[in-house]
């Protein structure tokens, strides 16, 4: 289970769900141990389970991972506005919806 957050921005969210019950099955700390590398908290992990007994796991973990996802997508986006505004000799605060704060 060596993936990385940009491999797993690839995964349609059926073939994460599938690839993460062949772990839930056969290995749940390989599981924990992803989560962990992408920066979804165990603590978070744990009360998402607990809270939706019922529900399929795989299902709940793809989507810790989705919301995951797209923090580290907007975040790089971010960045990369920031730095190309730097690169110019400008520099422009945006604010979440990347509106230029004056």
């Known amino acids: 289970m060596e993936l990385s957050l940009l491999t797993l921005e690839t995964y349609s969210k059926e073939k994460l769900i599938d690839y993460l019950n062949e772990f839930i099955n056969h290995d749940f700390s390989k599981v924990v141990q992803l989560l962990y590398r992408i920066d979804v908290s165990e603590a978070k992990l744990k009360k998402v389970l607990q809270?939706?007994?019922n529900e399929d796991a795989a299902g709940l973990i793809a989507d810790l991972?989705?919301?995951?996802?797209?923090?580290a997508?907007?975040?790089?986006a971010s960045f990369s506005k920031e730095h190309a505004n730097t690169e110019n000799g400008q520099h422009i605060n945006l604010d979440d919806e990347g509106a230029e704060r004056l």
């Open 51 to 53: 809270e939706n007994p």
């Open 65 to 71: 991972i989705i919301e995951r996802i797209a923090i």
């Open 73 to 76: 997508q907007k975040a790089r």
